[in-house]
C-alpha cells in the first residue's frame, strides 16, 4: 500500500508538471505575437495570428480525434511523454526558423501533440485514483491549465527582455519540455492498484451487460454523448475565446502596457485557478447531497450557475469605449470574474463526460468528446 501511494503521488506530481509544460509550449506563441508583430524580419499581422489560431485548433482536433482510438489500447505513459517530448521540439522549431511561412507547419504540428496531453491523463487517474476523489484531483490537475497558461507571458517577457530575443524563450520551453517528459517516462506507472469498495463492485456487476455490448458505434449514436458535447463546444468557444484575445484586445483596444495587459490576464488566469480547483469540491457535494434527488447529473447545476455569472459578466465588455478607458479596478475585477466563470464548468465537462461514458470506453468517449469540443477552431 505504501508503495502504491508513493506511485499514485509520482503520477500526480508527473502530470501536474507535464500538463503546466503542455500549456507553456501551447501558449508560448499566442503571447509572443505582440513581440513578433515587432519585429520587422517576421511580418507576423493580426490576421496571420487568427490563421495561426485557426491553424493549432484544427490540428488540435484531428489529435484529440487520433488519441481517442488509442487511450483504451495503447500505453498512456508513452502517449503522454511522447506528446509533451514532440512539443518540446515544435517549440524549439519556433526559436530556430527565421520564416514565417515555417511558422504555419510547425502550429500545425504543436497543435496536433497537444492533444496526446490531457487523454492520457484522464485516463490515468481513473486508472489509479478512487472514484470518491476523482473529482478534486480531476479539479487540481485541470488547474495546470490557469498555471501554464499564466506563467507564459512572464516566462515569454522575461527572456525576451533580459536576451533581447524572443527567441530564447522558446528554445528554454523546448529544452525544459523535452527533459520533462524523459523523466515521465520512468515516474509514470500505469498498472491499476485500487481494489473497489463493495458498492462499486455491484455497480460492476450491474453493469456487466454493458461492459462486454458497448461499442465505439455506442458512443456516436448516444444523445446524451451528443449533448453533453454540445455544452462543451459551447464553454470551449467561451473559453478559448478569451483566453487567446484577451491580452491583444486589452493592448490595442484598451491601450494598455504589456505590463498592464499581462498582470489582466494573470487575474484572468487566477479567477480560472480558483474555480477549477473550488469547481471540483462543490461538484462532489452536489453528487452527495442532490443526486438521488433530481435525474441527470448533479454536477450540471454548478454548470447552470456559472452560465448566469458570466452572461453579466460580459455585459461591461458590450459597453466598452476606446476613448474612455475603463477603472483599472473594475477591469480586473471583470477579468478575474471572467476566468471564474469560463473555467470550471470547462473542467467539469470532461469529467461528466467520462461519467456518462461505458466502462471499459471511458478514455475513448472523453476524446471524442473533446474532439468536439475542439471543434471551436472557426471562431478564430
Not at 52 to 79: E, H, P
Not at 252 to 268: D, G, P, R, S
Not at 296 to 309: H, K
Request: net charge positive.
Amino acid at each position: 500500500m505504501e508503495s502504491d501511494n508513493f506511485r499514485r503521488h509520482s503520477l500526480f506530481l508527473t502530470c501536474f508538471i507535464g500538463h503546466c509544460l503542455y500549456y507553456l509550449t501551447r501558449k508560448s506563441l499566442t503571447f509572443s505575437v505582440p513581440t513578433l508583430m515587432e519585429d520587422s524580419s517576421m511580418m507576423v499581422t493580426k490576421e496571420d495570428f487568427g490563421l495561426m489560431a485557426s491553424l493549432q485548433m484544427l490540428s488540435y482536433s484531428a489529435g484529440k480525434f487520433l488519441t481517442g482510438l488509442l487511450v483504451d489500447r495503447y500505453s498512456n505513459r508513452k502517449i503522454f511523454c511522447f506528446g509533451l517530448f514532440t512539443c518540446g521540439v515544435t517549440n524549439l522549431c519556433f526559436g530556430i526558423v527565421h520564416k514565417k511561412l515555417y511558422f504555419f507547419w510547425i502550429v500545425l504540428a504543436n497543435g496536433f501533440f497537444q492533444a496526446f496531453g490531457w487523454n492520457a491523463i484522464a485516463v490515468l487517474i481513473n486508472q489509479w485514483y478512487d472514484k470518491s476523489k476523482i473529482g478534486n484531483i480531476w479539479s487540481l490537475l485541470s488547474s495546470t491549465i490557469n498555471i501554464g497558461t499564466s506563467l507564459t507571458p512572464f516566462v515569454i517577457m522575461y527572456f525576451t527582455e533580459k536576451y533581447k530575443d524572443w527567441r530564447i524563450a522558446f528554445i528554454v520551453l523546448g529544452i525544459t519540455s523535452c527533459t520533462f517528459s524523459l523523466i515521465g517516462f520512468f515516474t509514470i506507472k500505469e498498472e491499476e492498484r485500487i481494489e473497489p469498495s463493495s458498492k462499486q463492485i455491484h455497480i460492476n456487476k450491474d453493469n456487466q451487460k454493458e461492459k462486454t455490448s458497448s461499442t465505439f458505434t455506442d458512443i456516436l449514436t448516444s444523445r446524451t454523448f451528443w449533448m453533453i458535447s454540445s455544452c462543451y463546444l459551447s464553454w470551449s468557444l467561451v473559453k478559448v475565446g478569451t483566453e487567446d484575445w484577451l491580452q491583444l484586445f486589452l493592448l490595442t483596444e484598451q491601450k494598455l502596457t504589456h505590463v498592464q495587459a499581462n498582470f489582466n490576464v494573470m487575474v484572468f488566469q487566477i479567477g480560472g485557478f480558483i474555480s477549477s480547483l473550488i469547481s471540483g469540491a462543490i461538484s462532489d457535494i452536489l453528487v452527495q447531497k442532490v443526486s438521488t434527488k433530481i435525474k441527470g447529473n448533479a454536477r450540471l447545476l454548478w454548470v447552470i450557475v456559472c452560465t448566469v455569472m458570466i452572461s453579466i459578466d460580459f455585459i461591461p465588455f458590450i459597453s466598452m469605449d476606446e476613448d474612455r478607458p475603463i477603472n483599472s479596478l473594475i477591469l480586473s475585477s471583470i477579468c478575474f470574474m471572467l476566468g471564474f466563470c469560463c473555467y470550471g464548468p470547462h473542467t467539469l465537462m470532461g469529467l461528466i463526460v467520462m461519467e456518462s461514458a461505458p466502462p471499459q470506453l471511458k478514455g475513448t468517449t472523453h476524446s471524442l468528446s473533446t474532439t468536439v469540443a475542439t471543434s471551436k477552431f472557426e471562431i478564430q
